[in-house]
């Protein structure tokens, strides 16, 4: 693997985990009413690193992943790896970038009124912890994709 | 604040769409096979394809949302969210138990 694909995997991960945080940061926050301030520039770190990491990600898939890595999971132990678990996160993935950025503009748009409206407090919430569970177990499936590779 | 609002609905109005998009096309790029080499041709790989048009359609029903919107009040909000966490959830099951469903069969 080149160094641009090493680093493009590497990136995809780290703005993944960064972008997973800082959901959990908003979650949080909207479940105990901290500073919005806090609450608003997490959501944006959710958003960035989302597309980011949709991007380093789409590319090291495209140009390395498919060519190099899919031929050896599928024809070594564990090819359910990228039959099941990597076919169902690169698809997943897709969800998070859009959910983030409707968080992001909820808490940014909306700040007063999340803070009054119970109903509407608690959708963000909702939201919020629907990111980290997306988010949590395509970081699994990816572990577990690296798994089979070795 | 009625724009703002109108902005928070017409933008989780078109991560809906997305959503709905990106699950459909999943399946149905694995079930029919034009569909996928469409968007092998146009886009160079199906899953760019699938990026960029469920990017388009974001933006698209985001921004015809914005100005068809007739009710800017807050009170369908809630739900609105709900119906798009809800949406991404099952549009998860759905990818999982297909792949399960394709590797095992």
């Known amino acids: ?150 | 604040m009625e724009k703002k609002i109108k902005i928070v609905k017409s933008a989780s109005l078109g991560a809906t769409a997305a959503a709905i998009f990106i699950a459909a096309s999943t399946v149905m790029a694995e079930l029919f096979a034009p569909f996928k080499d469409f968007l092998k041709e146009k886009f160079s790989h199906h899953w760019v394809g699938k990026s960029v048009l469920a990017l388009l359609i974001f933006l698209t029903v985001s921004f015809l949302g914005y100005f068809i919107l007739k009710k800017s009040g807050i009170d369908s909000l809630p739900r609105i969210l709900l119906i798009l966490g809800l949406t991404a959830v099952f549009g998860s099951f759905l990818i999982l138990g297909f792949f399960i469903y394709e590797y095992l069969k």
């Open chain 1, 1 to 150: 693997m080149t160094p641009l694909f090493q680093n493009f995997l590497l990136g995809h991960i780290l703005f993944g985990l960064l972008a997973t945080v800082s959901s959990v940061m908003v979650f949080l926050g909207l479940v105990k009413n901290a500073g919005f301030q806090k609450i608003r520039i997490n959501s944006l770190v959710g958003v960035l690193g989302f597309f980011i990491s949709w991007i380093l990600g789409g590319y090291y898939y495209v140009n390395f992943y498919g060519q190099q890595v899919k031929p050896a999971i599928k024809s070594g132990n564990y090819p359910w790896a990228h039959g099941i678990f990597m076919e169902t996160k690169e698809h997943i993935f897709l969800f998070l970038p859009f959910l983030s950025l409707v968080l992001a503009l909820l808490v940014w748009f909306l700040k007063n009124e999340v803070n009054k409206n119970s109903r509407l407090k608690k959708a963000g919430i909702f939201l919020a912890f629907m990111i980290i569970v997306l988010a949590v177990s395509v970081t699994f499936m990816g572990m577990l994709i690296s798994g089979a590779v070795k």
